[in-house]
């Protein structure tokens, strides 16, 4: 495990997180990104003209961490939210995760590792919902598929696996050129 972080540990991978009426929330979803066993990160926050006390906390915590930044800007929406992380996101690898969700703390390491051995431009993972402190349902496998492109668009096209952008790691590449 050592050495594995160690081959990793160049590799930044940068948090995008849209924020919008989610103090309830935020403390939780940025803690778990902060805590992540994978140190090589930067967190985009981006304060999509809230109206609640989230800007606010997002402050907080661009104050006491540096890998943290925040966006301020007009309401625009969370496709818009996004648009303005990529923008501003700095790293090799790109994430997406919504705020009012918490990540395991090998969220980073593990996609990563799973996209540097399979020379992958994107991972993808497992999630569980939960409500409180319990578990409603989940939806994980410890199994590795490997797709190439085509078969990667026609289980997407036909909603044969989850297509929530939090579930996955891609390569910032993938995005040249796409909003």
Same mark, same amino acid.
């Given at each position: ?32 990104? %902060?805590? #992540?066993? !994978? ?10 003209? @809230?109206?609640?006390? /989230? ?58 590792? %799973?996209? #540097?051995? !399979? ?10 919902? @939960?409500?409180?402190? /319990? ?45």
């Amino acid at each position: 495990a050592v050495m594995e972080l160690m081959l990793m540990k160049h590799e930044l991978i940068s948090m995008i997180v849209p924020v919008y009426n989610v103090e309830a929330y935020i403390r939780r979803c940025v803690d778990s990104i %902060l805590e #992540q066993s !994978y140190k090589h990160i930067e967190v985009i926050l981006v304060d999509d003209g @809230t109206p609640d006390h /989230s800007g606010t906390i997002c402050d907080e915590y661009a104050a006491s961490d540096p890998r943290v930044k925040v966006i301020h800007q007009k309401n625009m929406g969370l496709s818009e939210a996004r648009n303005s992380g990529m923008r501003e996101a700095t790293g090799e690898y790109l994430c997406f995760i919504d705020s009012d969700d918490f990540v395991h703390c090998d969220y980073c390491s593990g996609l990563l590792r %799973l996209i #540097q051995e !399979y020379d992958a431009p994107m991972a993808v993972c497992g999630y569980e919902f @939960t409500t409180g402190d /319990s578990v409603e349902w989940s939806q994980e496998s410890y199994d590795v598929t490997v797709r190439n492109r085509e078969e990667a668009m026609y289980h997407l096209i036909n909603n044969e696996h989850t297509n929530y952008v939090w579930l996955r790691m891609c390569k910032k590449e993938l995005f040249d050129g796409i909003r």
